[in-house]
């Protein structure tokens, strides 16, 4: 046997996701836990998020009247996941599993004291299928002061959103030319931002509310931490993980799990070689997880035997990186910027080739698909001065103004017709004006008739609903005209070891590595290779952190 440092009854990898939902799970059943973090800070690349839950049915949809059951749920995600020999990770028992313990997930942090809530209207990104919800199925924290933490405030990961407000309100900030709603959230937040400074509150939002909440939480329960600490080894005796070697210091240091490990320790997005094996055409510069998402401890499992599967599919988040970026931790992310009125993406050849309104993942498995026939990595977004005038281009508010060093190194184009335009992209101009002219006419009939662009509720969320006639359409005809590349970016891999419905790695033959739990986007997602809706890969971090640990309890 072999001798530990350290043993607790439970040990996870990773501080993302579901790491410290399963913690306070253990606490909570009087079990020690200790989380054990690569990089220097905690919350992992959950913390840099949205931080958003999709979460069927949930105690804040009853709350609001809204709509849901499991039945429900289950029947959507028949309709766009499905059963596919390609897919284990999205079994029908894992699907199922998924629907009836998320609720009981949130309920439990309800109960530990975790405040949560709804986005108000958030549509699921295919609300038009059996059983999808048009308000949505998004679960959030509420703002959190970070200042609650004391001295451990400077351990977690800050989010990519500087503000002191709710992503509900930040959701309709974009429309503050056009809406006195809006326009009062804005004043509302500059009264919080003030009352904040001084009162020596600081709000944050999204991811880091979300995880500055647990980890407050598990600190209050007395789980361990452990950072810039890097698991290099699972210990797997008698054929059962039971501990971890993680390097300390600069030293070894074993510790022993008791009731076994979790794995938390995300993808791959920050591994080329690993990106040009299973999502080539991909890059390491276009992603935006945290830094410590390199992979290996997917290798480590399949060192011990787990299967893997749905390794080419990535959480797409398309971006256009502007000059100064290309090494900035969190890039621009453009997910609306060809959804919104006055505005198509185009292949190099100058052709449409999709519905631009769909959800993230689906815009880059679309790009990566094409690319395999058509030059489409990168794309371009073509605008007109419409656009520019009444949306945001990189930053939030809109403004035809753009530095001149975009125009100068070539991110962002420009001209006063559609051909100069193309003879810019090196395209036919031909080509690109009978696109657009096709576009249009499709406008003049309110029906996008190649792509059904604005018949989804999401579509409409996506883009103008202050817009007239269709949300999501509106002319390209005012010059000058405006393109600027579009590349399929991520916010995480989606591939990862095969677990089943109890969140227990398995092996080729389906049998179980004893002792070995995965979650987030370590594993094969239960969602195959699609999006249910906002927070489909944090929500089943949570769900199957939590099933983790109230399995590993329940076998003790």
Not at 67 to 93: E, I, K, M, W
Not at 431 to 445: E, Q, Y
């Amino acid at each position: 046997m072999s001798t530990f440092d350290e043993t607790y009854d439970f040990v996870v990898v990773g501080s993302g996701g579901g790491s410290m939902c399963s913690a306070l799970v253990m606490r909570e059943n009087g079990k020690s836990v200790l989380i054990v973090e690569k990089t220097a800070l905690v919350g992992g690349t959950t913390a840099r998020s949205g931080g958003v839950m999709w979460i069927p049915d949930n105690r804040f949809m009853k709350r609001d009247g809204v709509p849901d059951s499991q039945d429900q749920a289950n029947t959507y995600l028949d309709a766009v996941v499905g059963d596919h020999n390609d897919t284990p990770g999205a079994s029908r028992a894992r699907r199922q599993t998924y629907v009836a313990e998320a609720t009981r997930m949130v309920d439990f942090l309800v109960d530990q004291g975790i405040r949560l809530n709804r986005v108000s209207y958030w549509p699921d990104y295919r609300d038009e299928a059996p059983g999808g919800s048009e308000k949505g199925r998004t679960v959030v924290a509420e703002l959190f002061d970070v200042n609650e933490l004391g001295d451990k405030k400077a351990m977690l990961r800050p989010n990519f959103i500087p503000m002191m407000s709710t992503l509900d309100e930040m959701l309709k900030l974009r429309f503050i030319k056009k809406s006195w709603e809006s326009r009062r959230i804005a004043v509302r937040f500059a009264l919080r931002t003030v009352v904040a400074k001084l009162t020596g509150k600081h709000f944050v939002t999204a991811g880091a509310a979300l995880q500055g909440r647990m980890f407050q939480a598990a600190l209050k329960a007395g789980v361990e931490f452990r950072t810039n600490a890097a698991v290099k080894e699972l210990v797997e005796e008698d054929g059962r993980v039971t501990g971890v070697v993680a390097m300390v210091d600069g030293q070894p240091r074993r510790f022993g799990a008791n009731l076994g490990v979790l794995v938390n320790a995300g993808g791959f997005a920050h591994n080329q070689k690993m990106r040009d094996l299973y999502i080539p055409n991909t890059s390491t510069k276009w992603t935006n997880t945290a830094e410590g998402d390199t992979g290996e401890m997917i290798l480590e499992m399949m060192r011990h035997g787990a299967a893997i599967a749905q390794m080419d599919e990535m959480v797409g988040n398309q971006m256009s990186i502007p000059p100064g970026m290309e090494d900035a931790a969190v890039k621009p992310v453009v997910q609306g910027v060809t959804a919104a009125p006055h505005a198509i993406l185009v292949d190099q050849s100058g052709l449409r080739y999709m519905n631009e309104s769909g959800s993230y993942m689906t815009y880059c498995q679309g790009m990566l698909a094409r690319h395999k026939t058509v030059p489409a990595v990168p794309s371009w977004a073509i605008m007109d001065s419409q656009y520019m005038k009444n949306y945001g281009f990189i930053s939030p508010l809109p403004s035809a103004k753009k530095p001149q060093e975009w125009y100068d190194k070539g991110f962002l184009r420009k001209a006063d017709t559609l051909e100069e335009l193309a003879a810019l992209l090196n395209m036919d101009p031909a080509t690109l004006r009978g696109t657009v002219d096709r576009f249009n006419g499709f406008v003049a009939k309110d029906c996008d008739e190649d792509f059904h662009r604005g018949e989804r509720a999401y579509d409409r969320w996506l883009g103008d609903k202050f817009h007239p006639k269709n949300a999501s359409l509106g002319s390209i005809a005012e010059g000058p005209f405006y393109a600027a590349q579009v590349v399929p970016g991520d916010v995480g891999t989606y591939g990862g070891v095969v677990t089943d419905e109890k969140a227990r790695v398995l092996r080729d033959d389906g049998s179980v590595i004893d002792g070995l739990y995965a979650t987030g986007i370590s594993t094969a997602s239960v969602f195959g290779r699609a999006y249910a809706g906002a927070g489909a890969s944090v929500g089943p971090s949570f769900v199957w952190g939590y099933v983790a640990a109230s399995n590993a309890v329940g076998v003790a």
